[in-house]
Every structure is written in C-alpha cells, then in structure tokens.
C-alpha cells in the first residue's frame, strides 16, 4: 500500500479526492485530445468551474498545454498517468477491503493502517490517536486497556486541551510496568490536559474478593463507577495462549480454552473466532459483553498472526471501530473466505 495516499486519506481526505479529479481528467485527455473545457467537464461528469481550475494548475505544473484546438498533455502527463493510476488502484483495493471487513464482521467500521516492520504498533497508535480526537468532547470519560498497543495510543496523541477523565479499562495484567492500564492513563491524560483515576487492583480476583472490595474501599467503588460511564473505550486484542501465558492462568483453565478452540482475548474474556466466550477473568471494570453500552469503541490489533483473534473478538463485540494492519487484514481476508481484491 502506497503509504503517502493512506496518510493523504486520513489526515487530509480532502487531497485524495483532488487527486481523484485530476485523474480522471487526465485519464480522460489520454483517449480524447485535444478537447475542450466544456466537453472534458461533461465527459468527466464534473462541474466545468472545478475543470477549469484543475486544468489551470496542471497547466502550471506543466501536465497540460493548452492550444487553439483544444488541451493537450505534456511528455510528462503522458508519463504520469499510469503511475498515478497505480496508486489510486492500490488505494481503492484498501478502501474495498476495508468495506467487506466491516460487512463482515457486522461493525461500524475497519482502518487499515501500513504494515512498517518495527513502526507497525507506531503507525497504529498514530491512527488510534487521531480517531479519538474525532470522537472526543470536552469532558468525556475514556476508558484505556493495557498493553504495548495502547501505549502507542498515549506515546502518538498530540497534547491537546480535552480535558477528559482517563481510567483503566480493568485491573493490571502483565510484567512491564509501562504497559499497564494504569501508566498508559496517565500518559493519555496528560496529553489530552485532562485528569486520571487508577485501579490499584490485580486481574483474576476471586468473585467474593471482588465484591468485598467494592463494598468496603469506597475509592475502588467511585472508579468502578466512573468506567461504568465510559463515553470512549479503546482496548487491544491479544491470542488467546499468550495472553493466557500472561495472566500465569491455571491448568485447568488452559485446558478449558484449547478444548474450546479460544482464539482471542480482549478485556479479561476470551472467546472463539464464532464470538462465543470461553473464559472470563474476575476483574472490576469493562468486559466485552458491556461494549454495547458503550458510545464509541476503538479496538486495535496488527500482524497476521493476530487474524483469528481479532475476528473471534470483534464477532463477540458486534459494534466499534477497529484499526488494525495490513498483515493482519490479509490474514482476516483469507479466515473469512473474503475473494481477493
């Protein structure tokens, strides 16, 4: 994927549609020169005001010449035609993949971002990030999970004056302390000039652990609270074994999951690539069944390797925008028998 069109289309879509235009006047000139202003603006079905513009400027740039016959290309408009063609083919293939994802898995919607090797979580977080600055009002509560995806998230938002309330989605899960829920808060709070409630509070609890707590640490309550009226929720999603591996889950459990072909993990559940919850960790805040009552919800991934997870949790979801890579969405395409583009 041409990565330049991909950040054309997120950051200034506006661009990409000007790109669109010039194309296909261009395009067009290759078959049908010299023509007119008048009949290019009919052929191309667009406006003879907006022609005319386009034709100035490219005509400027030294793409067209323009005769007493009519417009013509340059040596130079002959020669990048087919590349822009190519680019503006690779892009479509993007945009139509990630419509049948959508269809597919019954969600809002699906962001492919550019597989980068090691800047692959970068590229997503950067993605995240500005997804969320769309959604976010003064004010809002944001509900944030763990892992090294959401820390991308926090390390990408631009400092900017939101003012939300940041919370963990759940309890602390995992050895590295920059991962966890709690941190990436902060981090995202401090970016977004807002405050941050965190949850002193392992994952796995038992349920009578939990229900004690809540009722006798009245600070544990006011968080659990809070995160029950999450305006925005973004989680990651993990394999369902390594996650496992993770949360040092017992035997037994372990034996639970692979006889029932889990796949996926996201917020303490795990589920199979149908959607269907295996095993769910005792925790206080969001769980997948809860993303319903969620206004607006961001699940992230990447790599293909991660392509049956993100299917199993985004079936069980039923609702978000998810963002993931182009390895992974490959990967997906192939799982959901999706014909290729």
Known sequence: M?????????????????????????????YEEPIGRRTLAT???????TVRSHIELMRANGLVDIYKPGIFLTDEGQSIVPKLRNFLNELDRINELESRLTEALSIDRVIITPTEGTLMVKKLGFAAAKLLQELLEPDSVVAISGGSTMAAVAEEMPILPFNPTVVPARGGVGAVVEYQANVIASVLA???????????????????????????????????????????LLFGIGTAMRMADQRHIADDVRKQLVDNHAVGEALGQYCDMDGKLI????????SLPDVAKVPNVIAVAGGQEKA???????????????????????????LLQISAL
């Open 190 to 232: 401090e970016r977004l000039r807002g405050t941050y409630k965190m949850l002193h509070l392992p994952d796995g609890l038992s349920q009578d652990s939990l229900h004690m707590l809540m009722t006798c640490e009245p600070q544990i309550k006011e968080i659990g609270d809070l995160i029950s009226r999450t305006d925005v």
């Open 2 to 30: 041409n990565e330049f069109l991909m950040i054309c289309e997120r950051i200034v879509p506006e661009i990409v549609s000007v790109l669109k235009e010039r194309y296909k006047i261009l395009n067009h000139l290759v």
């Open 308 to 334: 049956s997870a993100i299917i199993g949790v985004m079936r069980a979801c039923q609702k978000g925008i998810l963002i993931i890579d182009e390895q992974a969405a490959e990967g997906m395409r192939q």
């Open 279 to 286: 095993y769910s960790t005792n925790n206080i805040g969001l």
């Open 43 to 49: 052929a191309t079905d667009l406006p003879e005001r």
